[in-house]
């Protein structure tokens, strides 16, 4: 069974550009949320989609949005790059609320 | 808000001792997950927690919630080298539907021969 697959891996962007991130759950699963991972904050929760809808939002400026399509996949946009958005993103999907999040590898974004 | 510690942040600890990690939470919450990582690599679901007493065991890991204190435990036994990584312990609110997680700061485990 195919795990949670998040693209691209790496990516090198310059302040004031904007980034799409994408995420593919594992089969089966509704429910997929993203996380933001630094050294300074650590992992710091940015929304969740389910069937579509955003179920839940953290506290992170406008410039963070997201979406979810029929299948299930999540795209998450940055625009207006700031140095501070350096991090790992991790998208993580779920079957129900109960059960664990399956992580993907996450996106390393570096921003110059 | 909840917020989520860990202690200690940092441990470093001989091969064939035991030791245990503590995770504490400032709200009401009966879900509480465990997960490792290690350098450069994602999340590792270890253990779902989802009611007062509830206790997991997997190899040399053992991990149990206690909903009143708002506390958790992860015990090492006999730890060896492979167990080195950075362990999380990530609570759901119980105040927000859906699978939002607050994590800990981490504990950074270090097994040495």
């Known amino acids: 069974k195919a795990g949670v697959t998040q693209t691209p891996r790496y990516l090198i962007k310059t302040r004031g550009q904007q980034v799409t991130l994408s995420c593919s759950p594992i089969s089966g699963h509704r429910s997929v949320s993203w996380y933001q991972q630094t050294p300074g904050q650590g992992l710091q929760f940015l929304f969740e989609?389910?069937?579509?809808?955003?179920?839940n939002k953290g506290n992170f400026p406008g410039r963070f949005s997201g979406r979810q399509f029929s299948n299930s996949r999540s795209e998450m946009n940055v625009s207006t790059l700031e140095l501070g958005d350096s991090a790992l993103y991790l998208c993580a999907s779920s079957l129900d609320v109960n059960q664990p999040q399956h992580f993907g590898d996450g996106t390393r974004l570096s921003i110059l | 808000e909840l917020k989520v510690e860990q202690n200690p942040l940092f441990l470093s600890m001989q091969e064939g001792k035991n030791y245990t990690i503590y995770c504490n939470y400032s709200?009401?919450?009966?879900?509480l997950y465990w997960y490792r990582q290690d350098p450069g690599k994602s999340l590792e679901s270890l253990f779902v927690l989802l009611s007062n007493g509830a206790v997991k065991q997997e190899g040399r890991l053992m991990a149990s919630l206690d909903t009143k204190a708002r506390l958790s435990t992860l015990h090492i036994t006999a730890a060896v080298h492979d167990l080195s990584a950075t362990y999380f312990c990530a609570v759901a609110d119980l105040e927000t539907s859906g699978s939002r997680l607050t994590f800990g700061e981490g504990t950074q485990l270090t097994v040495n021969p």
């Open positions: 989609y389910f069937s579509e809808t955003q179920r």
């Open positions: 709200t009401t919450s009966d879900r």
